[in-house]
């Protein structure tokens, strides 16, 4: 059974930066794809990045230039650098080796 805990999440003030960690069991993060989501209330639950098993990288437009996926294989974690964040960026942001996902972990991008 394969489990992802997220974490990392939190309050911060626009301009600033986070970094959410994906700690995967159950599975070898560098043998499947791998996915951040983020998802507001009343609103569908949306890709923000993803890593493929061979390394490749692709993201959403609206974070594209400030996101950063990675992995850590040793840690079987992946991990998602957000710079730069807008109050846009507030959401609930769940990680995912389908058809697995985790609980999410909240971000709030305030002044």
């Known amino acids: 059974q394969v489990e992802l805990v997220e974490s990392g999440g939190g309050l911060v003030q626009p301009g600033g930066s986070l970094r959410l960690s994906c700690v995967v069991s159950?599975?070898?993060?560098?043998?499947?794809?791998v996915a951040w989501y983020r998802q507001v209330p009343g609103k569908e639950r949306e890709l923000v990045a993803i890593?493929?098993?061979?390394?490749?990288?692709h993201y959403t437009d609206s974070v594209r230039g400030r996101c950063t996926i990675s992995r850590d294989n040793a840690k079987n974690t992946v991990y998602l650098q957000i710079d730069t964040l807008k109050p846009e960026d507030t959401a609930r942001y769940y990680c995912?080796?389908?058809?697995?996902w985790g609980q999410g972990t909240q971000v709030t991008v305030s002044s």
């Open positions: 995912n080796e389908s058809p697995s």
């Open positions: 890593i493929a098993s061979e390394g490749t990288t």
């Open positions: 159950g599975a070898i993060i560098s043998s499947a794809p």
